[in-house]
């Protein structure tokens, strides 16, 4: 098998990384593209560091399982399929799927942490970063955490403040100069989601030619 195209999607919370991933599954099967998401490697509850306050802080490079997440990575790009469960953002409401990733010529991972790790950042191909201003990611965390994963006004702003912006400055905005795209959300992201689709198909054609 040949080695897959790999490519990086991150972004600030809240910048719109999981619409796009969305938006993109639309266009292409299983077969052509594997999307693999980091917030499936999240540790435990337990296992997250705790704040000066006593809160969990999900924000840390370590708040993830790096090696399990480099791990499965590697196995889909020789060719392996991967079984893992969902992680459901502590959400007792919510059940947890058995998601399966399996191989194909292009791989995306994506997630605020994939630049910073080393190791999967050495294996990317391309680069993508997704930005929006500042006021516009605090409101669409705010409505996904509430909506999506049932967690109080008060906590999501605390964590916004306390962790998610300071680990943006230090971990995830200093890459944003050495990506390859870097692709404004701030309205929308319409134009650049069709400029990558275009080149993921470009980039479709090119690999089969090259079985």
Partial sequence: MEKPYIIGITGGSGSGKTSFI?????????????????????LTKEHQKK???????????????????????KKLMAGETVTIQEYMFNNQEAEPKVLTFSPAPIIIVEGIFVFHYKKMRKQMDMKIFIEAKENLKVIRRITRDQVERNYPLDDVLYRYRKHILPAFEKY???????????????????????????????KLVELNKEK
């Fill in 22 to 42: 969305k938006a993109l599954k639309k266009s292409f099967s299983k077969d052509e593209i594997c999307f693999v998401s980091q917030d499936d490697y999240y």
């Fill in 51 to 73: 704040d000066d306050e006593g809160i969990e802080n999900f924000d840390r490079p370590n708040s993830i399982d790096r090696k399990s997440f480099v791990r499965d990575v």
């Fill in 172 to 202: 995830i905005l200093p890459y944003r100069d050495s990506a390859d795209i870097v692709i404004n959300n701030n309205a929308h992201f319409n134009n650049g989601l069709e400029m990558f689709k275009g080149f993921l198909k470009n």
